[in-house]
């Protein structure tokens, strides 16, 4: 019997029931890889919207961008050349990819995580989601040592969308693989519409959610095999086709749904957390 758990209506997020669900949704996630990319269109008169992608050596990231009335077009390119510098600054300093990392420093033993504040923040994130993953999230229990694949992207996405917020922009959604985060409204002036596919059903219907802010976290939706291993044995698991967790912040809740493919129906206790993080979708194969 599949999974399957749909988040509560709340302030930012809704489900959309399947009699009201829209012809295009702004932002598809999941199914085959082309699909997910946001694909909104149709801004006011009186708004700027911009379409930017990049691609990093750990991810491709794409962001949409309703800039507000009073911005102009070198404001809005500013702020598109700020937040791809933050990505593109976190992948050279970060990456667990790059043999110079600080990250890969770190599994080396050649720095110490306090004397770079980013840095300690990252490992101080894996902490806390170590202990509210009842180990299921683990970035030490990896070959090679400490690797926080499973959050920095989202802490990157997180930080580029700070910066956005910085230069006056309130609506954008910015997107990497099958995780996004998004806030404020779409183009055509409405919630965020985020369809969300099924990895290998190709034929069922999305699940469609109505967003105004917060993030959706993804692990499996993608279609990646093998990607996620049993911090307690080093074996990769396929107790779920894949994992989706929705919540205010985007490394958090893609913690979260790695831990959850990893854990299985065991994970779905964890759900609702108290500050907000919910299993939207954990199918099973």
């Not at 961008?65 to 390119?77: I, V």
């Not at 802010?213 to 894949?242: I, W």
Request: with cysteine.
């Amino acid at each position: 019997m599949p999974i399957h758990r749909t988040i509560r209506n709340t302030d930012t997020v809704r489900t959309i029931a399947p009699g009201d669900q829209p012809a295009r949704p702004d932002v598809r996630l999941g199914g085959p890889a082309a699909r997910s990319r946001p694909t909104s269109a149709g801004a006011g008169p009186d708004r700027l919207v911009a379409r930017h992608t990049v691609q990093t050596s750990t991810a491709d990231y794409s962001l949409v961008l309703n800039g507000p009335a009073w911005m102009t077009r070198r404001m809005l390119s500013e702020a598109i050349g700020d937040a791809v510098a933050e990505l593109r600054a976190i992948d050279v300093t970060y990456s667990p990819l790059r043999e110079g990392s600080l990250v890969s420093r770190l599994r080396r033993g050649e720095v110490a995580p306090e004397a770079y504040p980013p840095l300690l923040d990252i490992v101080e994130r894996c902490n806390a989601m170590r202990a509210a993953t009842d180990g299921w999230f683990d970035a030490w229990a990896v070959p090679g040592g400490f690797d926080p694949s499973g959050l920095i992207k989202g802490w990157a996405v997180e930080r580029a969308a700070a910066r956005l917020r910085a230069a006056g922009i309130e609506d954008y959604a910015v997107v990497s693989g099958a995780d996004l985060t998004v806030r404020g409204h779409a183009p055509h002036g409405g919630p965020w519409r985020v369809a969300i596919h099924h990895p290998y059903q190709t034929k069922r219907p999305p699940i469609m959610l109505a967003m105004t802010g917060g993030a959706v976290g993804t692990s499996g939706v993608a279609g990646h095999q093998n990607h996620v291993v049993d911090p307690h044995t080093g074996e990769a698991v396929h107790h779920l086709a894949a994992a989706t967790v929705t919540g205010p912040d985007l490394a958090v809740a893609d913690a979260y749904a790695t831990a959850l493919f990893a854990a299985g129906r065991a994970g779905l206790a964890w759900f609702p957390t108290a500050d907000g993080y919910r299993a939207l979708l954990a199918p099973t194969r």
